[in-house]
């Protein structure tokens, strides 16, 4: 079976920088950060975000890529090949156009014709999958921070729990759009480095929830199946005690946040990692938190 790939039509704006993300019926979205090269600014993951648009001074155009053969549905990238296949039920409501950004990305991810033809995860193999996508992410966002591998893996769980490497649509969009790293990956070189790589192994036990490191890191990870209904903590997983917000914030949230947890941040670049149970702590409406990269607001 094959399905076509579908490409976006016209150029997309970049957030270069922070997004904030309060989105009344998903889990929060918080704006991200690579300290290792590149500022990074947090997503959309589905409902109705409040979002700063950004300015001319914020934004650059990126050509689209060119029509690409149909990709052949493998075991591990059945997920990708049915959410390409449909731009709009991945994409959805998408006021800031970080889903389509993220979207995009996939299609040139997987596309051994576009800038990406010779990276790590094509030149092997000249396909891409499921485990793929997530040892970059996991590079890109986290090789620095042990909390924040931790944080990504969470979040992969709350969406794409259960389903394997069929995840797919608009819950892997939802996920993937959460990464400034994915979706500009121009910005910085860490994207194709072949470093990643030493994820892969930590992707397939996070896609297949198999016990062992995994569980170890968040107990219940063997067993949880996303809600697709509803945002709930409910399930296998004790949500609350779980890694899952992080942010390089903004010097008056890294004052107040020492001030409310009586600690330090987890990282350089005031990067705080939260569990949901802190983010409960310090922001206005139950977990859900404003974008912690722009000043506070009292």
């Known amino acids: 079976m094959r399905l076509p790939v579908l490409r976006l039509l016209q150029c997309l704006p970049v957030v270069a920088l922070a997004l904030s993300a309060c989105a009344p019926d998903e889990v929060v979205v918080w704006p991200t950060q690579a300290p290792t090269y590149y500022s990074s600014g947090g997503g959309g993951s589905g ?72 990276a790590w995860w094509l030149s092997n193999d000249g396909r891409a999958d499921i485990y793929e996508v997530l040892a970059v992410v996991l590079y ?17 769980l709350w ?36 470093k990643a790589a030493v994820y892969l192994d930590q992707a397939r036990d996070l896609v297949q929830q198999r016990s062992g490191l995994l569980t170890t890191i968040i107990p219940g990870a063997d067993s949880y199946v996303a809600n697709t209904d509803a945002l709930t903590l409910g ?24 001030d409310q947890l009586k600690r330090l941040p987890n990282g350089p670049a005031r990067l705080w990692v939260l569990t949901i149970n802190e983010a409960m702590r310090v922001c206005a409406s139950q977990f859900i938190c404003p974008d912690m990269t722009r000043a506070r607001q009292s």
């Open 47 to 118: 409902g109705n975000l409040v979002t700063p648009m950004p300015t001319a001074a914020d934004s650059v155009s990126i050509v689209p890529p060119a029509p690409t053969p149909t990709l052949e549905v493998l075991p591990g990238n059945e997920g990708l090949t049915a959410t390409l296949a449909d731009m709009a039920g991945a994409v959805g409501n998408d006021p800031t156009g970080a889903k389509a950004q993220a979207f995009a990305t996939l299609g040139l991810f997987v596309d051994p014709h576009s800038t990406f033809g010779n």
């Open 140 to 156: 890109t966002e986290g090789n620095t921070s042990f909390d924040v591998r931790e944080a990504v893996m969470a979040r992969y």
């Open 159 to 194: 969406y794409c729990g259960g389903t394997g490497t069929t995840c797919a649509g608009a819950a892997l969009i939802n996920f993937l759009s959460y990464f400034q790293p994915w979706r500009e990956p121009w910005v910085g070189r860490q994207f194709t480095n072949a």
């Open 235 to 258: 399930g296998s997983i004790n949500w609350g005690m779980v890694k899952f917000h992080f942010a390089n914030v903004d010097p008056s949230w890294d004052s107040y946040l020492r």
